[in-house]
């Protein structure tokens, strides 16, 4: 069983406020990490898919990293506007034999606050 | 283009009663998931099709669990005999492959209430 973590859990913030969240994944059989946003009501959307160790990826105001030695990936909101206000879940993906499978954490659940 | 379309939206039912989740993956893509989000939990992947390969059935939790797909088109989820912790949001997924590590585009989901 694969152990995928998220945390915190949930996060309030003040608009214009930055934030972080981290996502713990296992270090061996790596094949791809993702990040998806779920807003309510809504349909999980692709953030970004991370498979070198030391990426950096980036697009508007979010960004994040990834560590496949130690297994983990940071997910960094610059700016926080309440319009981030969704859960953000990491899916771990092993390739090989499991390549169809997405492992989800929890997610974290952010709140940004006018 | 079209994205991925579940129906219906909200299901309430009956414990005890089979119900049927439908899926439309977007056009093209040869990959279909489903996966389900009990309250407080994370994503849970059920069941995976990929083109005319066998479906990856290993995370369906139970045998009253049953899915279909026809061809690379339209997939239902079944659900036999109920029961209140089978009372989630069923999510369906879809990618094309090979494509960019397996990116997956979901559809909105299906609130399943078993009462």
């Given at each position: 069983?694969?152990?995928?973590?998220?945390?915190?859990?949930?996060?309030?913030?003040?608009?214009?406020?930055s934030?972080?969240?981290?996502?713990?994944?296992?270090?061996?059989?790596?094949?791809?990490?993702?990040?998806?946003?779920?807003?309510?009501?809504?349909?999980?959307?692709?953030?970004?898919?991370?498979?070198?160790?030391?990426?950096?990826?980036?697009?508007?105001?979010?960004?994040?990293?990834?560590?496949?030695?130690?297994?983990?990936?940071?997910?960094?909101?610059?700016g926080?506007?309440?319009?981030?206000?969704?859960?953000?879940?990491?899916?771990?993906?092993?390739?090989?034999?499991?390549?169809?499978?997405?492992?989800?954490?929890?997610?974290?659940?952010?709140?940004?606050?006018? | 283009?079209?994205?991925?379309?579940?129906?219906?939206?909200?299901?309430?039912?009956?414990?005890?009663?089979?119900?049927?989740?439908?899926?439309?993956?977007?056009s093209?893509?040869?990959?279909?998931?489903?996966?389900r989000?009990?309250?407080?939990?994370g994503?849970?992947?059920?069941?995976?099709?990929?083109?005319?390969?066998?479906?990856?059935?290993?995370?369906?939790?139970?045998?009253?669990?049953?899915?279909?797909?026809?061809?690379?088109?339209?997939?239902?989820?079944?659900?036999?005999?109920?029961?209140?912790?089978?009372?989630?949001?069923?999510?369906?997924?879809?990618?094309?492959?090979?494509?960019?590590?397996?990116?997956?585009?979901?559809?909105?989901?299906?609130r399943?209430?078993?009462?």
């Open positions: 069983i694969l152990n995928v973590e998220q945390s915190p859990q949930s996060l309030h913030v003040q608009e214009g406020d934030t972080n969240f981290t996502c713990s994944f296992p270090s061996s059989n790596f094949y791809a990490l993702h990040w998806y946003r779920w807003e309510t009501a809504k349909s999980p959307e692709a953030l970004f898919v991370m498979t070198l160790n030391g990426d950096e990826k980036k697009k508007g105001r979010i960004s994040a990293t990834l560590n496949t030695k130690e297994g983990y990936s940071y997910l960094y909101i610059k926080s506007q309440p319009e981030d206000s969704a859960t953000y879940l990491c899916a771990f993906n092993a390739g090989g034999t499991s390549y169809g499978k997405l492992t989800f954490g929890q997610g974290t659940i952010l709140t940004v606050h006018p | 283009g079209a994205g991925v379309s579940q129906s219906p939206s909200n299901k309430v039912t009956e414990k005890g009663k089979d119900v049927e989740l439908r899926c439309d993956p977007i093209g893509h040869t990959a279909l998931y489903w996966y989000q009990r309250l407080g939990q994503l849970e992947f059920l069941i995976y099709f990929q083109g005319n390969s066998a479906p990856d059935k290993s995370g369906l939790p139970s045998d009253r669990f049953s899915a279909e797909r026809t061809g690379e088109s339209v997939s239902t989820l079944t659900i036999q005999r109920t029961q209140q912790e089978d009372s989630a949001v069923y999510l369906c997924a879809s990618s094309s492959a090979p494509n960019s590590y397996n990116e997956q585009f979901f559809g909105p989901g299906t399943l209430t078993v009462l």
